[in-house]
Structure formats: structure tokens, C-alpha cells
């Protein structure tokens, strides 16, 4: 979607976790739905398996918001020959990546300084 | 192969963007997540779980964005989308007010047990051999192949003290067992016993939870007091659940031996036979059997009109009563304004379609499918249908309200979820209903270059308005049709002569029963001198009184008279009057003399008779001198005069024999003063309950009230039905004649170029306006042939909504065809004439 303007990525805050988790995939670089959706899953050890409807919906929203873009249609060389749609994460979609781990580390420092953090799960 | 078919066709629940877009990608997603091997069911589970928690996001987020757009188009023309909405918020409103009377009426459960087993006999021939004992309805009901048990009941209006006031109610005196044949417990205390169906044991009342509430503020303490229903003393032992007020809005129910002396009564006693059928005997069968005994009692009965033959009717249908058909005819009414409505606002959104088609083939041109273009569309419509529905549950609210003051005594439809889902649902189906053809149509738009030079796509759209403009003009002279018949029926109704003048005329009603002024010389002395204080009054021209009004509720007597002789008269209705009755409603004598007051019961016995009641003696002047006796009673009586045959029951029904006794030969414990005024009716309403209180504070005087507001009660029902039906005809042929211009109008504009070419080759406006005319014409006057075939087919169905409604005649169809072809052709013409303003060089020039 075409902004004339610069938008304030703190305006996108808090991003749905699914939302936060593909724009993490894709700051390792492009991907397909169904790679960022075996990743999401390796990532979370199957914590968080987005369904393909839920994956999408996320995916048309972002790209809605210009937080994502596609950079076209080629097969996985790992896969098949199927043809992919193949996104990758814009600018802005970085910013607000970036803003929303700015908001979960203040988060986190707030915590750890009432009561302290357990260990990682 | 056959999992992802279904899959692929679940995929269809997503709205058509999203699906578009990604259709292919969740399709490969399936295949490869089903490579994986996960056992079916839990692959199956999580599929449908992800669709359950997605399809309904998308589809508001489409509808939304559909609806954004939808707003702006329609905001650059916002008449079409305001009129929409309020022909059908008033459809939708008045057919959802409709259902929620006819729910409350009809369908709803009753609140007593299996209340679909309770039958109500009515006109049950020789009924009264029933209360001859207790044990004689007892031993009736026992033997009876298809009633399991039977009550017998009456009720009457009579003052019942025992709070802090006298108040005047319905009392209904009934067989012990009426609570438990209906299954109702008692709120607080008991049910009666059947010993209470003794003589010496039967003084125990039951009170509404209404009366318990008011009269003795809900106290516990109530049961074993004493309450006087007219004087005689009852014990409470009882108080109804909240709401029960059965028979006709009781408020004290005693047990019955059949003693008619025990308590007063004021009018006539009309007992009423309810049963529980015998389990196992269907309805029907029930019907039939009740249908043989009461032909075998009476068969003189089976040939009465509808009203007075015996039926045997569940007690929903009872109760329901004369409000039924009517309600259902006024529900069919209402649905057919609809569908009026949404062939309407069909062919509307379709003229808008087709003036949008360029924007809509651009948009297929970029991309939006079909399926797209027709989603949007269809959430136009139902968005439409949704505005409309919220704005027709406030006109329902409207209504349930005009209902409910019409049929007093009938529980009062409340707004509820019942409701709101017909309306929710009526919207909808509304929405689906008109929003499918334009949006269909959208969907065949072609997207080449040569269709979007325009043209292609009108034949199919032509043809579909002209249909949905012919079955408006069809269901409109339905309508019609049937307000003209309702409306002449109800005009000549109100013109028949009722042989009463109502204007100007007040009326107050006083009840001696249960006061000091009950007995004999003191009750004679008491009404004398009330009519004496009203004469005085200013404004009074002339005071009467009579122990029954016309045109009030109260019941009648009918009694057999016999002549002198010892021939049999027809059974006439006796009422009691004082001199001057007939002077103050204008009642003209039309023989002999009205009564003096001088006729006591110390002169010769005397009776004034009508005019109906005379034709059975030969005549007016013939019937003067004669003497009658009431079957009753052996006091011979020589008629003195004969007044004017009156409608006792108001416009609309039948005059009856009547036979009139003076007060000071008679007795009368409860009778009305009727005063005729001039000017100002209020004051001497006014003055007149001050002058009555100055004769005795303790009489209670009630139904102070006008003649006319008794006039208005009694044809409100009529003029009701037939306002409302006059008005949806009127409103439908709005609709049905809107929508011919349009179409006219649209097709005209479609045509320019070849009227320009018409009018270039010598065709002059009125010729091409007369071609038009002809080409339009034909459409409506088959549509309204179709119709009026349809109206003589259907048109018994109306003489159901009143009594007096005739069937639809053929006059009646060629009265609503001649104006609404009149103003159709008007209409076409109109629409014809922006030929006249067409210049053929400028139309012609592009060519």
C-alpha cells in the first residue's frame, strides 16, 4: 500500500506474536509461506504452528501494511519445482521489528528490577 | 484426492480476495502439512480449527473494506440508498411488530402444563344441564370419550371489598377443579378442594398475584381473610401465580355449587366449558367426536354462523379469538408490501449497477473477478437489509404497541430476542433477496474492450426489470384491490343508521351491589334523585338511564317473551331504562310514548319495544296495546311505545328485538346515566361525577366516558385493518409506479440515439412519447390482469379479516386497476418526456 508519508512504526505496537515471528524469519532474508511456517515451528520447538489460514491472514495484513513485500514467484531449490511467492521484510517492516523488541526489552528490564527473571523455557 | 476436494471446497468459506490471493498457497500448504503423517483426525481437528478461527476475520475485514467503498459510492447519490433503506425499514418493521403480536398470540407456550391438551368447548349445546350440580359436569367429563377432565366457569364484573377500597374487577366463578386442569400451583396458599364444590363450604376465593399486590401490598398474612365480592363475605385461601388471570383477566376466583343468588350478579351469566383432552385421542379425532355430540344435542345449532357454532378450539386459538385470522391476513399483507419492497430496491441497486457498470468493467479490467465484484455487491445489499432491520425494530416497537391497544386483555408482545432474530433474519434474507439479482448480473459483466463500449449487457437487464416491475404491479393490485373492498365495506358500514346519536352524548355508569343503597326503596330513591341532580347540570339537555348500554361491553340478556295469547315471540334483549333514555341518545319513538316517571311499580305494567321486536307484532302501530310477558315471568306487560331499531353492538352488526322496562317496575343494581350536552364534553363529564358524589360518596361511579369513545372502541378494530391495508395498497403502488419510471426512464436514456434518429427522420415528441407509451403499456396491463386473477382466486381470504367484508369483486379490481393504470401511464409519460427535450443534431453527432 502506497503512503506518501512516513509512518511511525510504534503505530503497528504491539505486533500479534505470529506477526513478530515471520518478520524475525525474514530478517535472515526471503522466504516462502511454507519455510517461514517450518521455521516459525522449529523456532517455538512447536510451541507456536500457525495453521495455513492464520499464516496467510498474518501475511496479507502485513504486506497490507507495507510491513513485508513480496519479491516474486520461483521455485525452492530444496523443495520441488513448484513455483513460490517469495516475501521479504521492508523497511519499515524493520523499524517496527526493531521498536517492537525495544518495547519487549523495556519489558523484560522492568521485570528483572520487581522480581527478577526465572530461567529461559 | 478426495480430502483436499473438500478441502478446496471449505477454502470457498473465505471471502473471494483473500481466497483468490492465496488460494493456491493454503491448497499446497494442505498437501505438504498431509505429507507430514500426522494421523487423520488430529490433521483433520487442527484444519478445521484454523479455519474456524480465520474465516470469520476475513470476512468482517473484506466486508469492511466492501462497505467503505459502498459508502462512497452511494453517498454521490444518496436518495437511492435513503429510499431503499426506508421502504424496506418499513417492511421489515411492521412485518417483524406483525410477528411479534402473532408470536405472543399464537405460537408461544402457554404458561400451564401441556397447555396444547387444553381444549375450550365452544357453544357447548345445553351447557346448562352441566351446572344443575356439581356432580352433573363430573359425571359428564367422566364418560366423555375425548376429555380426560372439564371445568365450567363464568365470570362477571363486580365490586370486591376486603382492602383498603372497593375495587371493581372480573370475578370468576368456576368448579373447584379449573386450577388443576390447567396445572397451575398456587404462587402462595392452595388450590381448591373438590369438597368445596359443597353448599355451606364453598366460601373460599382465590386472588391474583395483581390484587394480592395492590390491594393488600403483597402481605403473607392475606390467606384467611375475608373479602365481599357484592356484599357476600369469601375467605381467601389462595393467591395465582404472577400473570394468571384466566378467564378474560380474573382477579378472584371462587368455587361454584351453582347457587346464582349467592353473589349478585350484574349481567347475564355465561358459562363456559373448558377440557383436557384424554391422552392418546388426537386433536382431531377430539374435534370430531365433540362435533357429533353436540349435533346430536342440538343440530338446530350446527347451522349458525361461524361465531355460534359449537367448535371445539384449543385454548391458544381461544384466546387468540377474532384477532387471529385477521393478524394472519394483515402478516400476509405485510410480507407481500415486502417483497414489493425488494423487487423494488432490487430494480433500484440494479439501475445503479448498470450506471456504475463502467467503474465495475474497469475494475474486472484490473483484476477483480467475478466472484469479487459479486461479493461486494451482495454486501451492499445486506448491509442495506441490516440498516433497514434496525430501523424496522423501532417501528416494530410502534407496532406491538397500536396491537396491543386493540385487543385489550391479550398479553402485550414484548421487543425480545425472539424478535430481533426475525428481524435479524427477515433483514438478511431481505438483503439475500435483492441484493442477488444485481449482484448476478454484475458478476455475467464482460470484460472485453467491445463490452466496454457499453450495450451488451442490457438486453438480459431489460428483461429482468420488466419482470420485477410486472410482479410489482401484480402484487400491488392485490393489495389494492383489497383496501378498496375493506375501505367501501367499512364506508358503508359506518353510514348504516344506528339509530343513536353518539355525538355530545356522556355517559357514567354506578353500581349499587355491596352499599347501603342496595335494597329496594332506597335504591329507587337513590337513582331518582341522582337523574334529578344531573337535569339541573348546565350543559345537560336531556338525562336517561339504562342498566345496558349499546355499544359498551356489557353482557346482554336474551330472553324468550310470549304474547298475551300464549304465542311464542322471538327471544329478544330486555334491558331497563328511565324517561328520556331515548330523547338523550337521540333515539327516535317512532309510536306511542316514551316512559314517564310516573310508570312505578304502583301503575299498570308497561314495556316500549323496537322496531324489530314490533315487525314480529304486525307493526308499529299495530304492536301499540298489546301485551307480553317474559317467558320468566307471568306479569303480563302492555307495550305503550316503539322506538327506532338500534345497532346495540354498533356499526356493523344486526338490530335485535328489543324489549324496554321501566326502572320503577324493574330492578336494576348497576345502570348507566346518559346525558346528551352541549358544547364542551369534559366539564359536565366533570360536573356530573360531582353531582353523583353529592348523592352518596360510597356508590362507586366508574366508566365515566363518551358515546363517541364508546363508538371508537368498538370499530377500532375495522378501521384499524382496513387503514393499515388501505395504506400498504397506497404504498405498494408508490413502490410499483417508482419503480416503473425508473425503468422506463433508464430505458428511455438507453435509447437515445435512437429517438435522435426517430426525431431526425421526421418523428415528432408526442408521437415518440405515444410509441413509448405503447411499448410500456402492454407490461403493466398484463401484469394487472395476472393480478386481478389472482385477487378473485385469493379473495375469500380477505372476507376472513372482517365480518362484513364481502368478498373482492370484480368492481373492486377494476377500481384499484383503473387508478393504478391511470397513474402508471401518468408515469411512463413522464418518463417519455425528456424525448421532447432531445436535440437529434447533438445526439446524433457522435455517430
Redesign the interface.
Known sequence: MPKSQPLDPTQFLPLPPLAFHILLCLGDGERH??AL?REIAKRTEGRLNP???????T??KLLEHGLIEESGERPDPHLDD?R??YFRMSELGLAVAQAEAARMRALVELSATRFGLGEPV | MRSERLYRALLRL?PAR?RE??ER??L???R??RAEGAPAVKFWL??L???A???P??LMEEAAQDLRHSVRVHARRPFVALFAIAALALGIGVATGLFGVLDTMLWRRLPYAEPDRLVFLHMLPGSMRLTESPTALHDWARQSPYLKDAAIFASDELNVAGGPRTVRVNVCETSANLFALMGTSMAWGRRFLPEEETRGRNDTAVISHAMWDQEFGGDPRVLGRTIRISGTPFRIVGVAPAGFDYPAGSQVWTPTVFEFERIPKEGVIFWQVMGRLKDGVPLEQAQALYLAEASRLNPRRMQEDEANRPALQTLKVQLAGASRKPSLVLFGAVLCVLLIACGNVANLLLTRVLDRRRELQIRAALGASRARLFQQLLFESLALALVAGAAGILLAQGVVRIAASLQPGQPEAQVDWRMLAFAVGLSLLTGLVFGVLPAWHVSRLQTSNEALRAGSARVPAARIRTALTALQVVLTIVLLAGGVSLGRTFLAMMRVDAGYQTAGVATLRVSLTGTSREDGARRMAYYREALDRLRVLPGVESAGAVNRLPLSTQPIGMGRWVLDNGQKLDAAMSAVAMERYFAALSTPVVAGRDFRETDNAAAEAIAVVNETMARSLGGPQASLGQRIRSSGNSQPRRIVGVVKASLHFGPGSEPMPQVFVPLGQSDATTLTFVLKTRGKLAPVMASARAALAGVDPNVPVFAVQSMDSYLAERTAKPRMYTGTLVFFGLFAAFLAVLGLYATVSYSVSQRTQEMGVRLALGGTPGLLCGLILRQSMPVVLGALAAGTAVVLALGRLLSALLYQAKEVTWQDCSAAGLGLALIAGLAILMAARRVSRLNPALVLRPE
Open positions: 509461506g511454507y511456517k495453521g495455513a489460514g492464520s499464516l496467510y491472514g501475511i496479507q513448484e513460490r511467492r | 473465505y483473500f490471493e492465496y498457497e493454503l499446497r500448504s494442505f505438504e502439512e487442527r484444519i480449527g484454523d479455519l478461527a480465520t474465516v476475520a476475513r
